[in-house]
Structure formats: C-alpha cells, structure tokens
C-alpha cells in the first residue's frame, strides 16, 4: 500500500506527482531513448510512425476524451498537416523545424474556422458533419492538382538540418519524432491542468453547469478543435517525412477511423491512451503477419482479415474494458496502490441520478 | 437594506404554457429568501431564468443595481451568482478538487496560449486558486473526499460538493434548488448550519428552492409561495404557511 502525504500544493501540479512516477517514467524514456541500440531499423522506422499516428491521436484525444465531441474527420487534418508541410517545403526554403509548427498553426486555423459551424451540432450530428470532412478533403486532394499533385500525389523534400539529411527509416529521424512527441505531450499536459484544460472536461460532463460556473461553452469547444487539429496537423506533418511521397487516399476515413480506434483502444481521457493506441494499431497488421504463417490457410489468407481482427478488437474492448488499456493499467496500479482491500466496484460506473435535459 | 437582486414582472411562455407569469421579489443582502410551491409552479424556471438558461418573454433581472437580464449566461457567475441544480451536475468523471476548480473558472485571468506553455504566472494563479479552494473545504469539511471521483461518491456528498463549488465562485448571491432534497435528517440538519454560516460568516445572500418546510422555517428570513406560475402569498415561513391560498393551493381544499 502506498501513502503520499501531501505538504504543499504543487505536488498536485506538477507532473510527476511522486518518486514512483519519475522512477516508471524514467524507465520508459530511457527505454525510448536507447531503443536504436536494441531494435533494428525496421523496427525503428515502424516506431516513427507509430509516434506520428501518437501525436495525431492526443490532438484527437484532446477533443473525444477531454472536450466530449467526436470527431471523424481527422484524417482530413491529419492530411492537410501533410500536405502544408509538404507544400511549405516545396515552396519556401526553410528548415522542415520551422516549417512543422508552420503546418501545425495552419491546420489550427483551418480547425478553428471548420469548428465555428460544426460545434453547433453534438453527438451523432458532430460525427457526421466531421465525417464529411474526411470525404471532401480527399477530393480537394485529388482535384487541386497545382497544389496537392492530384492522384499524382506529392513528394515530400527530404528533412534536412544545417546540411546533415534525417534518413525517415534510421534512428536519427527517430529521435526527431520522439522530441517532438514529448513536447506535444507536454503542451497537452499543461492545458490539462489549467483553467482551459478544466473547462473542456466540464464540458464534456455537464455543459449545463458547466456555463453556470462561468465557462463560455462555445469559447471552449472552438478552442479544443482547433488546439486538437493543430496538434493532428503537427502529427502529420511528421507523417509526411516519414512516407515521403503523399498520396490522395493515404488520409481517407479508414484513418479518421484508426485515429478512433486508437484512442478507444489506448484509454478515453488519458494522454498515455494515446501513446498506447497508436502502437496497438501500428504493431498489430505486423503481429497479424507474422500470425498469418501460422494459420490454416483457409483462414490466414482470407481477404479483409486485418480489418476484421480491427473490428473484433475494437467490439471487445467496448464490452470488456471501456477505459482502453491505460484504463486496464490504472486498476492494476490501484490494485497494488492499496493492496488488500482493492473492491471491483472502485471503477463500476454507479447508476446516473436522473439528469436534467430539460435545459439542453 | 438594499437589494442584491430583483425580479420585476418576470413572465416566460413555452408556446401556450405560462410557466412564471409576472413574478416580483427581491432578495436582500444577507438575507435567506425561499420559494415554496407545489411541483410545476415555476420555481426552478425562475432560477434557470436568473442562471440566463433561459430568456424571459417579459420583464427585467437587475443584479446589484445591474441589468442582467440579456447578460449572456457565461457572466453571470464573474457577476456573483452562483447555483446548484435539483439534480446534481457535477463533472461525473473528474476529482472532488477538480470540480472546485472548475468552480473558479469565473475568475481565471489566464489565456489559452500562457496556459499551454505554463508560465509562473499561470502556475501562480493555480496557487492562488487552489488556496480559495481550500477554504471552501475546510468550511464544509471536505477534506477525505478531496482526491475521490465523483462518481464514487455518495449522494449526500455530491449535495456537499455541488454546495462547495458554488461557493468557490465567491458569489455575491446563491441561488440553491432544493439543497436537502434526498438528504437524511442528520443531512439536513447540517445544510441549515451551513445555511446560517453562508449568511452570516460570508454574507451571502442565499435564494432557495425548497420542499422541507421545517429547514424553510428555519432558515428563511422571508419566504415566497408560488402556484402556476404565480406568486401567491409573500412573507415569513409561518405567515405563508397559513396563509389560504397556500393551504389551497396545497390541499386543494
């Protein structure tokens, strides 16, 4: 059993809350950090991409798991990340550095000027009014051809710093992302545990008292849209080096989808839900391959098995675990936190008192 | 004394229904003024009406010499005015601490992008913050639930903790719907102490919505009955109480 005793209030701001965070976080940045020295390139390279995919789902986590407002379309921003930062490259001749957070804030606004007519609609509306995003921009893609290449498609200059060239499949490259990625997490962490980060989990639990506590509820909801698409866009602009060619159908609904997938997966309402979701659904169609050989052909080569063990997944941990994986380690912890009288009812969602919808 | 808020001529009509029709009060500085009245007499309409969820079709809200009735409703708790809901609203799936927190919303003067990078400044707000928290705490002796979700908590807590939040807002006047509704006696008992502490320690004007007619009594200065949407009968506990309209209205006799 452990007992934090608490003596001022900055142990409830800071990050790291007591020894037993900086000891598990210190192993895994050590672990991320010497990765290169114990995995091989292709390994690697599948990392770089699943930190791409982890940036991309704590922008869309913000919004589903902290604001409460789904989104479908983020492939969309995901893709318009992409394709600026591509742009920018081609067009300007800048650092890819300084073009990134150029591609991210572009995203934003683009977000920010979707949000305004979208975050009047909620729930299932939300879902569809974003979903038509993801449909849209693949045509945009496809048919403004001066900007975007067309089916084409676009190449992405290669990342290059002061003369030295990032190889996207090498450990060098890879460092870039996981700076990256620890700084979005950072940036995350930090709205998390101010006004604004409070006010979209207000939101997201009750806007009716939410706005009877001062909170401007459209303010917060256009805020988190476009924190979220900037952050999505950020992502993909990293995507973009790492595939080095863009292509139309690379940010289509099936990605909106597995951004979804990933953060249900990982932990609704948790950063590390993210981190965690993306390398599920990086890791798995490898784990699904190398499955394969060991199945009876008759299952092993079925077409549409990928998206069907998706699907089983995604089904299973709706059921069985609704908080994601990350939701699955905090019981584990809690269960050790107090050792002997861990109860199963501590995480059972107790029966809503009756909630007032008259006022919505 | 003067007024912290008055209502004149408030009316609001969904389509044919007149749900308050012209209703006038005041409520004093330092003073408990209830509404009592049978269910579906408008009582919570004149709150949702205050709290700006709603627009009146007819009538002014002046709020400490303040016109406040097109005031939009994200203000009106930087304004002084703070509620608790007949039905609970607390943020479900969040910490006691971070419902206070929220409670000091109004009061942030930070910006999303200072907050992003977590200047001093945003950290010494949090401080600050926190410490107001704190107070309202120790006042309705929070402390063992500080860490807990909401969602584990008891009923009874979460009356406590709504109370809590309202009263991190460092409102001028707080409206309560029905703070003892589904509270045990011992319950109730303490939201009468708390009640009295409120107006007296921190004087703060308390409008209340209420079914139990002994902590109306109790704590009341003056009391309001309604019935359809009218007012009709003002004055202390025990002149309403026998008053016949009431007794009608009540009894039906």
Redesign the interface.
Same mark, same amino acid.
């Given at each position: 059993m452990r007992f934090v005793f608490k003596t001022g209030y900055d142990q409830d701001v800071r990050f790291f809350k007591h020894a037993g965070y900086w000891q598990s976080y210190g192993f895994l940045f050590i672990a991320a950090v010497t990765a290169p020295l114990y995995l091989g390139n292709f390994e690697i390279s599948e990392l770089t991409q699943a930190i791409s995919f982890a940036i991309a789902g704590l922008g869309l986590m913000l919004l589903v798991g902290f604001t409460g407002q789904v989104s479908l379309g983020h492939a969309a921003f995901f893709g318009i990340g992409a394709y600026a930062q591509a742009w920018l490259l081609a067009t300007f001749d800048i650092a890819f550095l300084v073009a990134m957070p150029i591609a991210a804030v572009f995203t934003g606004l683009i977000g920010l000027l979707l949000a305004i007519p979208l975050l009047r609609m909620t729930g299932i509306y939300l879902a569809i009014g974003t979903l038509a995003l993801s449909i849209v921009l693949e045509q945009i893609l496809k048919s403004w051809k001066s900007v975007t290449g067309g089916f084409d498609g676009k190449a992405v200059e290669p990342a290059s710093l002061l003369g030295y060239q990032f190889n996207p499949d090498s450990w060098d490259f890879y460092y870039v992302a996981l700076a990256i990625l620890i700084l979005v997490l950072a940036l995350c962490a930090n709205l998390l545990r101010s006004p604004t980060g409070r006010a979209m989990v207000a939101v997201r639990d009750s806007e009716v008292s939410a706005r009877s506590m001062g909170v401007n509820i459209a303010r917060t909801k256009i805020t988190a849209f476009g924190i979220s698409t900037a952050i999505t866009g950020l992502g993909g602009a990293l995507f973009a080096h790492k595939l080095q060619y863009l292509a139309p159908d690379g940010f289509n609904l099936i990605i909106s989808i597995t951004f979804l997938l990933m953060i249900v997966v990982g932990g609704l309402g948790s950063l590390q839900g993210a981190i965690l979701g993306a390398l599920v659904v990086i890791l798995l169609p490898q784990a699904i391959t190398i499955m394969k050989d060991y199945l009876p052909p008759s299952i092993g080569h079925q077409p549409g098995l990928e998206p069907g063990i998706f699907g089983l997944i995604l089904v299973a941990f709706i059921l069985f675990e609704p908080m994601g994986i990350y939701g699955r380690w905090r019981k584990i912890k809690l269960f050790f936190d107090i050792f002997p009288v861990y109860r199963k009812a501590t995480f059972r969602r107790q029966k809503a008192y009756l909630k007032t919808e008259r006022m919505r | 004394m003067s007024a912290v808020l008055s209502a004149d001529d408030l009316t609001i009509r969904f389509g044919g229904l007149t749900a308050v029709d012209s209703v006038s009060f005041e409520v004093r500085e330092r003073e408990v003024y209830t509404i009592v009245g049978p269910n579906g007499a408008g009582k919570t309409t004149i709150f949702?009406l205050i709290?700006r969820?709603y627009d009146p079709t007819e009538g002014r809200i002046r709020f400490g010499g303040e016109d406040i009735t097109e005031t939009?409703?994200?203000?009106?708790?930087?304004l002084g005015i703070? !509620?608790t809901?007949?039905?609970?609203?607390?943020?479900?799936?969040?910490t006691v601490?971070?419902n206070l927190?929220?409670?000091?919303?109004?009061k942030?003067r930070?910006n999303?992008f200072e907050?992003?990078?977590?200047l001093p400044k945003?950290?010494r707000?949090?401080?600050e913050h !926190?410490?107001k928290v704190e107070e309202v705490i120790d006042f309705l002796d929070l402390q063992p639930y500080r860490e807990q979700y909401i969602?584990?908590l008891p009923?009874g807590v979460r009356k406590v903790v709504e109370l809590a939040?309202a009263l991190c807002?460092e409102p001028k006047l707080l409206l309560l719907d029905e703070p003892a509704s589904g509270l045990s006696v011992e319950e109730t008992e303490n939201v009468a102490f708390w009640i009295d502490d409120i107006k007296n320690d921190l004087g703060i004007a308390i409008l209340m919505v209420e079914h139990d007619m002994s902590l109306v009594t109790e704590v009341s200065d003056r009391v309001m009955a309604m019935n359809d949407g009218r007012t009709i009968a003002e004055g202390t506990s025990d002149e309403v109480q026998n008053h016949p309209d009431v007794l009608r209205a009540y009894l039906g006799a």
């Open positions: - | 949702n709290s969820i939009p409703a994200h203000r009106i708790a930087g703070a !509620r809901f007949q039905n609970i609203e607390l943020f479900e799936h969040a601490l971070h927190l929220v409670g000091r919303h109004c942030s930070t999303v907050e992003l990078a977590f945003v950290r707000a949090e401080y !926190r410490e969602a584990n009923y939040r807002t």
